[in-house]
């Protein structure tokens, strides 16, 4: 049986798992490596300490179909309404700027819950905690290094990182990437942001008209989220949860503060915004190095390959956009790569 590994639990490798499961010819092992404890990547959600029914979506917060993929990727769509894993966002985002045949989605659960759903039908082995620094070539196989622990062999190798992280790898794999898939993959660029969440006692009123908000006139909020509420749990039992995100250039700016005096300067804009909010009972502040991609790579369709007999293929929005469509996108045409050699 073929091993493969994918690299990255989050959308791109979640789905790639999913996907190769259900369309392999042949029967494969399947193992998925994230460096992170738990899946999900920049689909993250995350919970109160206090209280694990208590939710926040620290990176993408809804998921928006445009009419061109409504039909070009209408199966994802429909398993995952089917699954009630997405929901219609019916509570209005102030200032968020909706196209003609637009349609906004939410997770109930929670955005990470899409990552969760694809990762159980890959039946893959997940492992957590597994930071990939090398990779190398031994007896025709991939030698995989991780931080800690013994290399392991693996027939087909897919690295859905960020691409600044796929440029970090050591071992054979700096040789074999040409220049010029050295050149694309350099310029390749993401913005740069923080993520606050808040999370409330039981019963805490944010008295707002909205479920979130895009805020143009602050040096570093641009956005707030009343969590629960954008995902439609309203509950007297679960506490309320608030998520923030600064403006690139705030998070450019403070990229290399301590995280505890970046969630200060947070707050102190967010009593200019929301004067007189209760305190909460818990905090996350993330910083998200890679947020979004601002410059794809150039002329790849969705993936590069960077070495074949063995393959080594690399994916993610980095190869297309930075949302829900643009990692399906990513995961189909990775896909398609390594159905070849399978
Ligand atoms: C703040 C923010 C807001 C966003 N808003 C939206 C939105 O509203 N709607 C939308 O559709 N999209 C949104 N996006 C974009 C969307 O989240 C991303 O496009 C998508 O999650 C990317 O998925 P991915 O699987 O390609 O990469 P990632 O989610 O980054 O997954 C890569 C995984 O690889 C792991 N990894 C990295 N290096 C290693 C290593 N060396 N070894 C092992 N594992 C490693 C990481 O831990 C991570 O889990 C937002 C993103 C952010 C950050």
């Known amino acids: 049986m073929a091993r493969v590994l994918i690299v990255g639990a989050g959308l791109t490798g979640s789905l790639c798992a ?88 939410v997770a109930p659960q929670g955005v990470s819950s899409i990552i969760k759903h694809y990762l159980k039908e890959s039946g893959a082995n997940i492992r957590f905690r597994q ?56 310029s390749v660029s993401y913005s740069s942001r923080y993520a606050l969440g808040l999370f409330y006692e039981a019963g805490t009123k944010i008295d707002v008209p909205w479920a979130g908000q895009y805020i143009t006139s602050n040096p570093c909020i641009r956005f707030i989220s009343i969590d629960n509420k954008k995902r439609n749990i309203v509950s007297s039992e679960i506490g309320p949860s608030l998520v923030i995100h600064t403006t690139v250039s705030f998070g450019v700016t403070h990229l290399e503060r301590d995280v505890e005096e970046v969630e200060e300067l947070i707050f102190q804009q967010l009593e200019n915004i929301l004067p007189g909010l209760p305190q909460p009972v818990a905090t996350k502040c993330q910083k998200w190095r890679h947020s979004q991609v601002t410059n794809p790579a150039a002329n790849t369709l969705g993936q590069m390959t960077l070495h074949l007999k063995p393959l080594l293929v690399c994916g993610g929005d980095g190869f297309t956009h930075s949302n829900f469509d643009g990692c399906v996108a990513s995961a189909l045409f990775v896909l398609e790569a390594l159905k070849k050699h399978i």
Not at 30 to 44: E, F, P, T
Not at 90 to 102: F, L, N, Q, R, W
Not at 149 to 165: A, H, R, Y
Request: hydrophobic share 35%; with cysteine; glycine share 6%.
């Open 131 to 186: 930071c990939v620094t090398q990779i190398n070539l031994k007896n025709n196989k991939w030698e995989v290094s991780k931080e800690t622990g013994s290399p392991e062999q693996f027939d087909i190798v897919v690295l859905t990182m960020p691409v600044p992280q796929i440029l970090l790898l050591k071992g054979d794999i700096v040789n074999l990437i040409s220049e010029h898939q050295r050149q694309e993959l350099e």
């Open 18 to 105: 999913a996907l190769l499961r259900r369309e392999a010819a042949r029967p494969v092992h399947l193992a998925v490596w994230d460096k992170a404890g738990d899946s999900g990547g920049r689909m993250a959600t995350t919970s109160s300490p206090y209280d694990p029914q208590s939710t926040v979506d620290l990176g993408a917060q809804y998921i928006t179909r445009t009419p061109q993929y409504a039909q070009k990727h209408q199966s994802f769509y429909d398993e995952l309404l089917a699954h009630g894993i997405l929901k219609p966002l019916t509570y209005p985002i102030e200032g968020s700027v909706m196209k003609a045949g637009d349609s906004n989605f």
